[in-house]
């Protein structure tokens, strides 16, 4: 089993900046990748970024690319995403998820095995 723990999520104006972090812990020596998916009110979960633990390569939904950035601390097991030049519709709860699947593709949500509890994330215009 993995954990996984989100935290970094609030209130900020348009254009603003927050940064999200997600820490795994438990059998995490097996995980292939990891990544961040939100959820609006009304609507679907979808996509946001992930990355590739064993390069960091890094794969991003078209509406954050060049705002937001995905990273990972080996070490720490733990991935960030800095997110910059905030709107309103980035407004969701953002989930992290994790996977031990081979078969892993990264904007696929049922591809990813464990995810964590959500976090609240706000932009007001």
């Known amino acids: 089993q993995v954990q996984l723990v989100e935290s970094g999520g609030g209130l900020v104006q348009a254009g603003g900046s927050l940064r999200l972090s997600c820490a795994s812990s438990?059998?995490?020596?097996?995980?292939?990748?990891m990544g961040w998916f939100r959820q609006a009110p009304g609507k679907e979960r979808e996509f946001v970024a992930a990355?590739?633990?064993?390069?960091?390569?890094?794969y991003y939904a078209d509406s954050v690319k060049g705002r937001f950035t995905i990273s990972r601390d080996n070490a720490k097991n733990t991935i960030y995403l800095p997110m910059n030049g905030l709107k309103p519709e980035d407004t969701a709860v953002y989930y992290c998820?994790?996977?031990?699947?081979?078969?892993?593709?990264?904007?696929?949500?049922?591809?990813?095995?464990?995810w964590g509890q959500g976090t609240q994330v706000t932009v007001s215009s």
């Open positions: 998820a994790s996977t031990q699947d081979i078969r892993w593709f990264p904007s696929r949500l049922r591809s990813y095995d464990y």
């Open positions: 990355i590739r633990w064993s390069d960091g390569m890094t």
């Open positions: 438990g059998r995490t020596d097996s995980t292939i990748a």
